[in-house]
């Protein structure tokens, strides 16, 4: 499988991709981006030095000057692309990957992602020639800088009132652990808050249940009001309840807005094509314009320019902010959602409670089908449903997302992993059942075992 992602480059260091593909990468580059000055960032993982390495040498061979921030969240690297005019930038990480993955983020000036249809295709194209282009006649120069406090004095403003909330916070080995604690304060439990890219004590990937054990424990027996969970670079952020339930992402995109459309009535939000009816309807009750686009930050972004969206979400944790240069921060989302959970408990309110009026409906949170013939099995799934009955609303645009007035629907291809992914959400358990019964019999032709 190609390390040329639809958001990314990504795959098993020393396996897929080696040193010198990233020297090859970083001689190419600055003429699809074209760039004269760049910015490197890179997670703990012990392959991150000697991909920083390759990677700085290819670009500075290339003629570009290049600044090694050294360890970063990813939303570190996306802040300063912007803040500080680089042409061109790369966050060396794989994100919740294992510990063995590594890969690259690249954004190009203002913070706008680089995906396959934006220039990774012709980046692969160009790479895997194994020729690269000549030198250039002056090269660039390579110097280290230091911004993290700067960007953590740019995030203080953001920083609420917590001092009511009884929190743990898992930073997952990962880079959150940069700036947790000087954004949160020492009050809260800080579980594995140090870096280590070997990730000792759980998968950096808040969305399995084995990655929430530890701080779901902290929760339920500190009798805490809610746990924090970062991923591996700090890009997505995820919660638990004070019963110690998580928390289902989607959710906390209306509870993040709500701190905006208090100011901006009106304003744009953005969610993606798996977000519950639940939230749909909390934003337009509280004055937003939601609007669903495709599933991934490499999208998002560039919807959430398109509609000067204030704010928008994904399932699986990504949380983008119009006064984050329309970038996704699990540190801004943090600050916003727990500013708006230490409201809730003034007001008596604990977070369940909060969050009940958006999750009124069954849902089975996102399922993945190892599935071959993927496009023929979505579109036997979809026909068989719309011939059964006429749907109210069918969007296209990232899969299909079928809607019926008492349950919907979203089947789509994963774009990072060889799945259909499906989400059903209805009026209640039972109709959620029956619904999902028929749609696991209906790809049951095409599941490879």
Known sequence: MSIYKAYDIRGVFGRDFDAETVHRIGRWLPEIVPARRALVGRDARASSPAICEALCRGLTEAGCDVDDMGLATTPMVYCFTAR????????????????????????????????????????????????????????????????LDEFIAFLAPWRPDIGNLRLAIDCSDGMAALVARPLLGDAPRYLFDTPDGAFPHHPPNPLEEASRVALTAAVQSGNLDAGVIFDGDGDRVMFIDERGRFVRPDLMIAVIAARFLRKEPGAAVLQDIRTSRGVSEGLRAAGARPAMWKVGHAFAKLKMRELDAVCGGELAGHYYFRDFFYCDSGELAALIALGELASARRRGQTFSELLAPLARYANTGELNFPVGRKDEAMRAVCDALMREAPPDTVLDFDGYRIEYPEWWISIRKSNTEAYLRVIIEARDDTMLADRRDRVERLLRPYIER
């Open 84 to 147: 500080h005019g680089y042409d061109l930038s790369l966050q060396i990480t794989a994100s919740h990957n294992p510990a063995c993955h590594n890969g690259l983020k690249v954004s190009r000036r203002e913070a706008l992602p680089v995906g396959y249809d934006t220039g990774l295709a012709e980046l692969e194209q160009r790479v895997t020639t194994g020729r690269i282009p000549p030198p250039a006649v002056a090269p660039g120069h390579l110097r280290q800088v230091q911004l």
